[in-house]
């Protein structure tokens, strides 16, 4: 679609160890499409899954996800690193 409004709702459990924190994530993402190009399909989607959080104190964390897709069946696998919101 050509709008898009979405959300996730997220828990992360860490655990501290001397070598930064591990993290246990569980996840929810809804996401809506308006103005699509193919009328008739769903323009609702949510997908639900879980991760691992690394992080070492100071720094961003190395997350490891897995999502599997409610309507469509689909999992899929991602990694990101992500940094503190304000820091470079």
Do not use: C, M, Q
Not at 11 to 26: D, K, L, Q
Not at 42 to 71: C, E, N, Q, W
């Amino acid at each position: 679609g050509r709008e898009l409004v979405f959300g996730t709702l997220e828990y992360e459990h860490p655990v501290n160890t001397r070598f930064g924190s591990v993290g246990i994530a569980g996840f929810v993402d809804a996401a809506r499409a308006a103005r699509r190009l193919v009328p008739g399909s769903s323009p609702f989607h949510v997908d639900v899954g879980g991760g691992v959080r690394f992080s070492a104190f100071g720094t961003g964390k190395v997350r490891l996800d897995i999502g599997y897709g409610v309507r469509d069946s689909d999992i899929e696998l991602s990694a990101a690193y992500v940094v503190p919101w304000g820091r470079r």
